[in-house]
T-cell receptor, first 108, second 112 residues
Framework: KNEVEQSPQNLTAQEGEFITINCSYS?????LHWLQQHPGGGIVSLFM???GKKKHGRLIATINIQEKHSSLHITASHPRDSAVYIC??????????FGTGTKLQVIP | DTEVTQTPKHLVMGMTNKKSLKCEQH?????MYWYKQKAKKPPELMFV???????INESVPSRFSPECPNSSLLNLHLHALQPEDSALYLC???????????FGPGTRLTVT
């Protein structure tokens, strides 16, 4: 069974804190996505990774293929980072399995 | 243009109504997706179209009928829905090579 687990489920941080969200999956994958969803619905793709590390602004995503684990880091967190962060893994070309999401709230 | 658009943003319909959701992209992507998302849950895949042909149907009830009239458009026709079908319906598209999915803003559907 293809499973994707995220932790923590909920996270509250003070503005400026360094934040880490973790994602683990059970079988080999072709790629892993980190997505952001704000209240109201729309999903934004933050990163797609198949190996190593990617950085965009204050966001950093890493993946360890051997350990089947990925992390999303947010440096100098800001209240506008408050959202649900979803890890999604792709096992083939098109089908994606989503994690249950991490709800992040950054308090000023 | 890296945008996927969806209309309408909100839709309220009765159980006997027939309505359609529309999704459009102009990125030249040849794969398009419909997802259903209930509150506080991750999106669930409903359908995948690849080169305008239905390639994945995740055992979705026939009251949901997808249509891909051309490479830029994806429709979801709705008929005789149930209140439990109320959800956010998300469309996405992806191109060859990276298969990274780009999501639309969603249609918030309420069935009364």
């Amino acid at each position: 069974k293809n499973e994707v687990e995220q932790s923590p489920q909920n996270l509250t941080a003070q503005e400026g804190e360094f934040i880490t969200i973790n994602c683990s999956y059970s079988v080999g994958i072709s790629a892993l996505h980190w997505l952001q969803q704000h209240p109201g619905g729309g999903i934004v793709s933050l990163f797609m990774l198949s190996s190593g590390k990617k950085k965009h602004g204050r966001l950093i995503a890493t993946i360890n293929i051997q350990e089947k684990h990925s992390s999303l880091h947010i440096t100098a967190s800001h209240p506008r980072d408050s959202a649900v962060y979803i890890c999604a893994v792709r096992f083939g070309y098109q089908k994606v399995t989503f994690g249950t999401g991490t709800k992040l709230q950054v308090i000023p | 243009d890296t945008e996927v658009t969806q209309t309408p943003k909100h839709l309220v319909m009765g159980m006997t109504n027939k309505k359609s959701l529309k999704c459009e992209q102009h990125m030249g992507h040849r794969a398009m997706y419909w997802y259903k998302q209930k509150a506080k849950k991750p999106p669930e895949l409903m359908f995948v179209y690849s080169y305008e042909k239905l390639s994945i149907n995740e055992s979705v009830p026939s009251r949901f009928s997808p249509e891909c009239p051309n490479s830029s458009l994806l429709n979801l026709h709705l008929h005789a829905l149930q209140p439990e079908d109320s959800a956010l319906y998300l469309c996405a598209s992806s191109g060859q090579g990276s298969y990274e999915q780009y999501f639309g803003p969603g249609t918030r559907l309420t069935v009364t």
